[in-house]
C-alpha cells in the first residue's frame, strides 16, 4: 500500500537532512573551498556567513530532521540515527581516499535503505539491488562533477575518482552507469513488473548513454550540464519504479 505520509515525510526529511549534510560538508571544507575557483564563493568560503551561523543552522535542520525521524518505526529510527557516523566521515574521505564519490553514493543513497523498512520493518535483497545501483550513479555523475575542479584539486592535492581516473575517464563513467542499470534491472525483474517499466528504464539508460557521448570532461560548463541532466535520469528512474508497483 501507498503511504502518502511517508512519502510526504521522506520528500521534507530528505530536504532537511541533504541540506545538513551539504552544511557540515562545507564547515569542514571553507578552507579547501576557498582555494578552489568553483567554490570560493561559498558563504563559508568567502566568510559571508560566520562559523557560529552555519553551525545554529546545522543544528535547526538536524532537529527537524530528528522530529521526522522519530514519527517512523524502530528500526528505521536506528537507520536514521545510523547515517549520522556516515555524514561525519564524508567529508574528510577526499583526504585519505581516492574514492570519496564511492563514500558519498553509500552516504547519500542511504534514504533507499529508510524507505524500505519504513513501510516493511524488514530488509530485502532488492533494497540492496536499489540502494548499490544507486550508489553506482552516484558514483557516475559525481566523478563528472569531480572533473569541474581537477586542476585546483591536483594543485591543492584532494583526492577523487576524477583524479584516479584522469587517463582513461569515460571508461570509468560507462561501467558505473552500466552497473547501475544492470542492478536496477535486476530489481524490476525480481519483482516481475510490466513492460512499461522496462520500457522507461531503458529509455534512462539511453539518455546516460547519449549524455556521455556528448560529455567534454576537459570542457568544465559540459560537466556542469551533465551533473545537471541527471535529474531526468533520475525522474525517469522514479517513473519507472513508480510504474512497478
Known amino acids: 500500500m501507498i503511504d502518502i505520509k511517508i512519502i510526504v515525510l521522506f ?3 530528505s530536504i532537511l537532512m541533504r541540506s545538513a549534510g551539504c552544511i557540515f560538508n562545507d564547515i569542514i571544507d571553507r578552507k579547501i ?11 563559508l568560503a568567502n566568510e559571508s556567513m560566520s562559523l557560529p551561523e552555519a553551525i545554529f543552522l546545522l543544528i535547526l535542520l538536524l532537529f527537524f530532521s ?19 557516523i556516515l555524514i561525519v566521515i564524508y567529508p574528510f574521505m577526499k583526504r585519505v581516499t581516492n574514492w570519496p564519490q564511492l563514500f558519498l553514493g553509500i552516504t547519500f543513497n542511504w534514504g533507499v535503505i529508510m524507505g524500505w523498512t519504513s513501510v516493511s520493518e524488514s530488509l530485502s535483497t532488492m533494497t540492496f539491488l536499489i540502494y548499490f545501483s544507486a550508489i553506482f550513479w552516484t558514483l557516475g555523475y559525481d566523478t563528472v562533477y569531480g572533473y569541474q575542479d581537477i586542476v585546483d584539486d591536483k594543485i591543492i592535492g584532494v583526492k577523487s575518482t576524477a583524479v584516479l581516473f584522469e587517463s582513461n575517464p569515460k571508461i570509468a563513467i560507462y561501467i558505473f552507469y552500466s552497473l547501475s542499470f544492470l542492478l536496477m534491472l535486476t530489481a524490476m525483474i525480481w519483482i516481475e513488473t510490466s513492460n512499461k517499466t522496462f520500457i522507461i528504464l531503458l529509455s534512462a539508460a539511453l539518455l546516460s548513454l547519449v549524455l556521455i557521448m556528448n560529455l567534454n570532461l576537459k570542457n568544465v560548463q559540459s560537466c556542469a550540464n551533465f551533473f545537471s541532466a541527471n535529474k531526468y535520469i533520475g525522474s525517469l528512474v522514479v517513473l519507472a519504479l513508480l510504474l512497478s508497483i
Open 11 to 13: 520528500f521534507l526529511g
Open 33 to 43: 573551498d576557498a582555494k578552489v575557483e568553483r567554490t570560493k564563493n561559498r558563504p
Open 66 to 84: 530528528l522530529c521526522i525521524l522519530i514519527t517512523l518505526n524502530t528500526i528505521t529510527i536506528f537507520i536514521g540515527l545510523s547515517s549520522l
